[in-house]
Structure formats: C-alpha cells, structure tokens
C-alpha cells in the first residue's frame, strides 16, 4: 500500500526540479512527486506530496528528510493526513489545512451525510419527540 507524505515549509521560488532532487537518492521507492503551485502564478504554494511504495520507506524518508534545508528553508516531511470528504474534525495541518478545513466544513454544512440525516434537527426535536409519543400512544390503544 503507498503512502503519501506532506512536505512543508518550502521557498515559493522552489521549481519542481529542485524538489524532485530532494528525492533522488529514493526514486526507486517513490510513486509519484508532486509540487503544489499556485494556478495564476506559477510559483510554488510552500508545499508538495510524495507518494512512496511501503510503509517502511515512508518512515526512513521522514525520518532522513524532515529538518533538512532546502534553499534557507527547513523542510517539515511528515505522513500526510487522510482526505475525507464531508468529515466536520480540523485537521491538524499547520500550513494550508486549515483553509482546507474551512472549505470542507462549508460543503458539510450543505450536503446532508447519511449520518447528519439520521439525527433530528436540533430547533425541532421537542416537537419531534411529542410527536413520536402521540403516535406510540395511538398504536398501543388500538
């Protein structure tokens, strides 16, 4: 199974060359490289993903490269967190993660998940509770 690694803290001068040298002594182990840019500009987002094959390499890349420096810059490597969609938790990402989780909160907020469906709408369920005693009443009395 592949994971996926976040790396942070990069210079927005950074060229996708560069920060695939970063990873050349682990090309063998890696899936994919990926740096993050901004669509307007170009220029690097501060950040970019590593897909590696094993679980075991991952760790010997976090371990070997997180506080490297890369152009006056200490890199922060570590596993990235999971995606989820709809999920209404923060995540706890220092750079980026929290706009993302912004954007994610919103989409919650106005799609139902199968779960928030499940659950009475807060402002209704003392009405909605009355409601199901009056019925439980009328069907045992009958």
Known sequence: MSIRLYVGNLS????????ETVFSDYTEDLVSVKLI??????KCRGFGFVTVKTDEKA???VSAL???VLQDMPLKVEK???RTKGDDAPEARSEGGSKRSKSN???ASTSS???AAAQPDPRWADE???LKQMLATQTTSS
Request: zero cysteines.
């Open 80 to 82: 990235a967190l999971p």
């Open 37 to 42: 840019s901004d669509k307007k500009t170009g």
């Open 105 to 107: 909160n919103r989409k």
């Open 12 to 19: 927005r001068d950074l060229e996708r060359q560069d920060f």
């Open 128 to 130: 909605l509770e009355k």
């Open 59 to 61: 760790d010997e890349i």
């Open 66 to 68: 997180n506080g490297q």
């Open 113 to 115: 998940s199968s779960s």
